[in-house]
């Protein structure tokens, strides 16, 4: 659910954050069913969650919860490291923040139409309720992490993760610091950005 970090690292091509988008939901050999443009978009999707979910730091800091959020501990890590990236945006953006975010709620909007039922009803959700800006802040946090855990039909406790979060922020910030340049190159490298660059 690092919905950010997702839409960052489609690199301002509206097709491929569209195709990202879709890549919450269509799963298999849909995406076949779309234009290659949204389709390298949803393979990016997948992309990037294998190469999270494989990543050393992003295991670490998983580690840090496991033991009072278990099989959710890495939900979490993905809704905090998009926390992160928000803190440290002038890092991996040119854009400001605000600008980066509207700009993503324009584009999913306009292509409202290509979502399936369950996506586009997320989608609403996400622009009319600001998710985006609700992962900037801790009170955001937790409310992110009780709506996403009042979902689930197993017994959990995610939303009490913030305060865990807060007391460790420097111990989570120092991987995601580590983690962020490897799987932004990791990216560019699946869409052969440099290579389009030079032609």
Known sequence: MNLVMHQLLSFDNPAWQVGNHLGEIVKGKKHEEYPDDLQKGI??????DSFSDSHDMVKNSTSKLHKNYSKFSPIIVD???????IKNWHLFSQQTFEEFKDNCYRILQDSEHLYPP???KFTQALIKHDWFEKYST???LEITLSNMSSRTSFENNMHMAVRDLYLNEAQFEEDFLKFMPEIVRACEDFLDINKLNKT
Do not use: C, N, P, S
Request: glycine share 6%; aromatic share 26%; charged share 20%.
């Open 43 to 48: 393979l990016l999707h997948r992309f990037i």
């Open 79 to 85: 809704v905090y490291y998009d926390f992160l990236l």
């Open 118 to 120: 369950k996506l586009l």
């Open 138 to 140: 801790y009170e955001g």
